[in-house]
T-cell receptor, first 113, second 111 residues
Framework: ETGVTQSPTHLIKTRGQQVTLRCSSQSGHNTVSWYQQALGQGPQFIFQYYREEENGRGNFPPRFSGLQFPNYSSELNVNALELDDSALYLC????????????FGPGTRLTVT | KQEVTQIPAALSVPEGENLVLNCSFT??????LQWFRQDPGKGLTSLLLIQSSQREQTSGRLNASLDKSSGRSTLYIAASQPGDSATYLCAVNNGFQKLVFGTGTRLLVSP
């Protein structure tokens, strides 16, 4: 069974640019959630996708957007990057919307200069 | 709005000690609570999941308890080892799999 994978591992972008981060969910999981973790903080919920539809969003501006594909993999897109977007971006998958355990990927470290 | 607090923020102990990490949350209407381990710069490893109907879960040297009515959970680590050094995060699920995290307890176990 393959776990949650994310790419790329690290990324350096310039303020104002756009970035796409990718996540492959664990086999059999249809729900993907994205979190942003600033240095020294706990992860903050960005949004969740369930069967290709957005299913809940945290307190993040519209320049944070996402997609989920038929194979349940997902992308996080961030437009007009700001310095404060520098963080570890974590993807988590689970087997459904109910009280299932969430499994996290290794994360993508984004640095905005 | 759910808020999660973890105490202490940092803990340093000698190898072999038993220790307790605390997590409190403000809204008791939760689906479940998860404890995670995070090594520096890495992703999260799930340690234990406690459903709202459960009181505790055990895995090896780890035991987590949940008291929903008082909004508290504890993670007990028995016979700590240097390999246990990491940041421990608790997260509550209020529904639809949106996890609300605490800021973590940074644990250092010295040989």
């Amino acid at each position: 069974e393959t776990g949650v994978t994310q790419s790329p591992t690290h990324l350096i972008k310039t303020r104002g640019q756009q970035v796409t981060l990718r996540c492959s969910s664990q086999s059999g999981h249809n729900t993907v959630s994205w979190y942003q973790q600033a240095l020294g903080q706990g992860p903050q919920f960005i949004f969740q996708y369930y069967r290709e539809e957005e299913n809940g969003r945290g307190n993040f501006p519209p320049r944070f957007s996402g997609l989920q594909f038929p194979n349940y993999s997902s992308e996080l897109n961030v437009n007009a990057l700001e310095l404060d977007d520098s963080a570890l971006y974590l993807c988590a998958s689970s087997a459904g919307q109910a009280s299932y355990e969430q499994y996290f990927g290794p994360g993508t470290r984004l640095t905005v200069t | 709005k759910q808020e999660v607090t973890q105490i202490p923020a940092a803990l340093s102990v000698p190898e072999g000690e038993n220790l307790v990490l605390n997590c409190s949350f403000t809204d008791s209407a939760i689906y479940n609570l998860q404890w995670f381990r995070q090594d520096p710069g890495k992703g999260l490893t799930s340690l234990l999941l406690i459903q709202s109907s459960q009181r505790e879960q055990t895995s090896g040297r780890l035991n987590a308890s949940l008291d929903k009515s008082s909004g508290r959970s504890t993670l007990y680590i028995a016979a700590s080892q240097p390999g246990d050094s990491a940041t421990y995060l608790c997260a509550v699920n209020n529904g639809f799999q949106k996890l609300v995290f605490g800021t973590g307890t940074r644990l250092l176990v010295s040989p």
